[in-house]
């Protein structure tokens, strides 16, 4: 079993910065994904940025050039840092990883981002 611990959610204004952690305890193997997804009211839940453990990321068109998502293997911990913040990316936030063997598909609790304008 695979819990993940989110940290770094807050209340910023317009224009600001944030950095989320998120870190997995137990094993993830060495072949998986972990990222990032939001959900804002009213609203489905949607893909932020995804790296793989090669170093592949993904990012949603509306946060390229504005977040950079990392991590640390050996810590199994992803970063996500968010800079020139927008009141529209105001959302939960969650962490995810999924990967192999299993396959296996984990979601943290969310975190709380709100951006004031």
Same mark, same amino acid.
């Given at each position: ?5 989110? &940290? ?5 204004? +317009? ?12 094993? @993830?193997?060495? !072949? ?17 940025? *995804? ?6 990321? !993904? ?7 504005? &977040?950079? @998502?990392?991590?640390? =293997?050996?810590? =199994? *911990?992803?970063?996500?840092?968010? !800079?020139?913040?927008?009141?529209? +990316? ?5 962490? !995810?990883? =999924? ?5 296996? +598909? ?12």
């Amino acid at each position: 079993q695979v819990q993940l611990v989110e &940290f770094g959610g807050g209340l910023v204004q +317009d224009g600001g910065s944030l950095r989320l952690s998120c870190a997995a305890s137990g094993s @993830i193997g060495s !072949n998986y994904r972990m990222g990032w997804y939001r959900q804002a009211p009213g609203k489905q839940r949607e893909l932020v940025a *995804t790296i793989t453990s090669a170093g592949w990321t !993904n990012y949603a068109a509306s946060v390229k050039g504005r &977040f950079t @998502i990392s991590r640390v =293997n050996s810590k =199994n *911990t992803v970063y996500l840092q968010m !800079n020139s913040l927008k009141p529209e +990316d105001t959302a939960v936030y969650y962490c !995810n990883v =999924n990967g192999l063997p299993g396959p296996y +598909d984990y979601w943290g609790q969310g975190t709380q981002v709100t951006v004031s304008s």
